[in-house]
């Protein structure tokens, strides 16, 4: 039978028992179920995060697979929530993962209160909405969008995000690695928050690709709300 010190053995070596055993009682709502979605909810819930709270409405469509990596073609019409939850914990099963297959509107009226909140959407409106749950409840939250060639992403604490005007834009064209990439920087500064390490808190890191294929990192400080 499989233990927890042999399968975090290496995050073990990295950071100690201790904080191993800190990430495993910290729970994070994961908003969204898509390509950042499925990339946020596999890197940490394998990272030792001990609840994780998926929220999405939407079934898995054909033209999602090549890019929200929990999704094979077998899941066509599934709830995405409920397949991200069913893959996460079939890769680790010291991690506890709870679905609510509705919109981001339920799970304030339920008012869930996790330690970090994660936005994994395609919308500005659900973004204004977990900003104010989040302000309302004094949770931080990670930021994240993509679309084509280039996505940002910002740790959410005191900043405003009024800055972003609202529109009905939803993302076009997008490469499947772009996805994972900012997805894992999403989850990077995640972890690195709930294990207790230094986070840059409300910066915009830019990340996109110019014309040469040369990675052009940009940050923005946020002006506080």
């Not at 998926?54 to 929200?68: A, C, K, L």
């Not at 302000?135 to 940002?152: L, M, N």
């Not at 996805?179 to 690195?192: D, K, P, T, W």
Request: charged share 20%; with cysteine; hydrophobic share 45%.
């Amino acid at each position: 039978m499989i233990s927890e010190a042999d399968y975090f053995h290496r995050q073990i070596q990295l950071w100690g028992e201790q904080t191993q055993a800190q990430l495993a009682e910290k729970h994070v709502a994961i908003i969204g179920s898509g390509g950042l979605g499925c990339t946020l909810a596999t890197a940490l819930g394998t990272s030792g995060i001990g609840k994780i709270t998926m929220v999405d409405f939407d079934t898995v469509s054909v033209h999602n697979i090549h890019r929200q990596i929990a999704f094979t073609t077998e899941d066509e019409g599934s709830h995405k929530a409920e397949c991200v939850a069913a893959w996460v914990t079939r890769k680790n099963p010291f991690v506890k993962v709870e679905t609510l297959c509705k919109p981001f509107e339920a799970f304030a009226k339920a008012e869930i209160k996790p330690d970090l909140i994660l936005d994994a959407t395609d919308n500005l409106q659900t973004r204004y909405e977990i900003d104010a749950y989040a302000k309302a409840h004094a949770i931080p939250w990670i930021y994240a969008s993509v679309e084509a060639y280039h996505g940002q992403v910002c740790f959410m604490q005191d900043a405003s995000f009024g800055v972003f005007p609202l529109s009905d834009h939803t993302p076009g064209g997008i490469t499947a690695p772009i996805v994972m990439f900012i997805g894992s920087l999403q989850a990077n500064l995640a972890l690195r928050y709930l294990a207790g390490l230094s986070v840059k808190k409300d910066l915009l890191y830019y990340l996109s690709f110019d014309e040469e294929g040369e990675l052009i990192v940009q940050k923005f400080g946020m002006p506080k709300a």
